[in-house]
């Protein structure tokens, strides 16, 4: 994120709708790729220049036309002029630290999500930014990058499974953000994982950098909840039914992916707890064995006080002191002290101090 806000910094000064390409991540090439299918056909083009695309589109089939980089500004402009997009939609396409939003630019429907992916080799959630751009008949996705979540989809719509190929575009915007919604669960399980983990290890063997793993992990779920909580705001506005785009025969599916936003929320704040309670563990642990130590070190201080006493007193430098001349003095303190500190342990194992 600062440096999605450091590069945002360098907009200052233009002009809205400036096509800038503001984010982290950057494909080589960017790709077109379409799908154009109705309930009879499916057809499935890759590589494909806007031109090409232009051509395809045609009214009675649904077209979904996927752009892999935002990063190329000419590309994202001959898009904008083929689909008439508006420019400042234009302009959120290429700045991918929006927020998840859905916003109506005349006859299409705007909507800005994240989607979350676990990487296995850094340990953490990668986030990226996806655009759809909902029009009559024809879908725009665009991606920072290549890699997605959207085969699901494009099985259901090559295989004619479901009813998505019976549908309009506006089902396949839900089939898009439902995929989305529904890898969630994929991505918290792996945190989950995690976490399970790092309270075993707090219970069993708690090392010295586990309050930097948990900092970490409740820094990594911050970063998830603030990814998804604006998309619960955003179905809500489509669920209301405020826009035209959107039917309400598909409203009720947005309603379903709006009640799994709110689940996969919840068990975000679930994680925030059990994590809370993994860091009062591992204080609490850390408090006992520092009791324990202070414990077996009073204990000692304890066994000594009295000897050290006696010590003290054959110690002062009197001429006449009985016991100094007695032959028996050094044996005798010895089995006193001796004594004084067996009784002494013999009466804290009787209270249960150790």
Known sequence: MPDILDKASNKAGLPPGSLVHIGEHAADKSRVSAFIYDQDQCSYHRE???????????????????????HDTELIREMGNVFGLHHLLLEDIMHTGQRPKVEEYEETLFIVFKMLTFDPGQDSVQEEQVSLVLGKDWVLSFQEKEGDVFDPVRERISRAKGRIRRMGSDYLTYALVDAVVDHYFGVLEKIGDKIEDLQDEVLERPSKNIMQTIHKSKQE????????????????QVVRGEFEQITEQVSVYFRDVLDHTRQVLDAVDTFRDMLGATLEIYLSSLS????????????????????????????????????LSWRYGYLAVWGVMLALAGGMIYAFKRQRWF
């Open 48 to 70: 494909m220049t806007v031109g090409e695309i232009a051509s395809l589109v045609t009214a009675g089939k649904v077209s979904w036309i996927n752009v892999s980089g935002v």
């Open 221 to 236: 779920l911050i970063f998830v909840r603030h990814s998804i909580w604006p998309l619960r705001d955003a179905l809500n």
């Open 288 to 323: 006992h064995h520092m009791n324990q130590v202070m414990k077996v070190l009073t204990i000692i201080a304890t066994l000594f006080i009295p000897l050290t006493f006696i010590v003290g007193i054959y110690g002062m430098n009197f001429a006449y002191m009985p016991e």
